[in-house]
């Protein structure tokens, strides 16, 4: 496994703590989705899976019945997210 697709695996891992009842099920099945869909499919090409993920993150960021205590999880997600979009453009 590459460096970015191990990173990519701890993004998602770290993802999965948005499944919780704190968070709204909306939320919680767009960031479910976010990861199934996109994250972790390895069909698409990274910089399309890396850029719809933070894309997604964005909305759940955004959404204003996001729990407080999970703004900076996300943020810290799309700084992690955006750092790996410059790694593989850079390949």
């Known amino acids: 496994m590459s ?3 191990s ?3 701890q993004i998602a891992s770290v993802l999965s703590q948005l499944d919780d009842s704190q ?3 909306n939320i919680r099945t767009t960031a ?10 390895k069909n698409k090409e990274m910089d399309l ?7 997604m993150l964005d909305d759940i ?9 999970f703004g900076p999880l996300c943020l810290q997600i799309q ?5 790996l ?7």
Request: hydrophobic share 40%; charged share 30%; proline share 6%.
């Open 3 to 5: 460096d970015i697709e």
């Open 7 to 9: 990173r990519i695996q």
């Open 23 to 25: 968070v709204p099920r």
């Open 32 to 41: 479910k989705e976010s990861v199934d869909k996109w994250l972790l499919n």
């Open 49 to 55: 899976r890396l850029g719809m993920t933070a894309s």
């Open 61 to 69: 960021f955004n959404d204003p019945n996001l729990p407080l205590h």
């Open 79 to 83: 700084t992690a997210l955006e750092t």
């Open 85 to 91: 979009l410059a790694e593989a453009r850079r390949q």
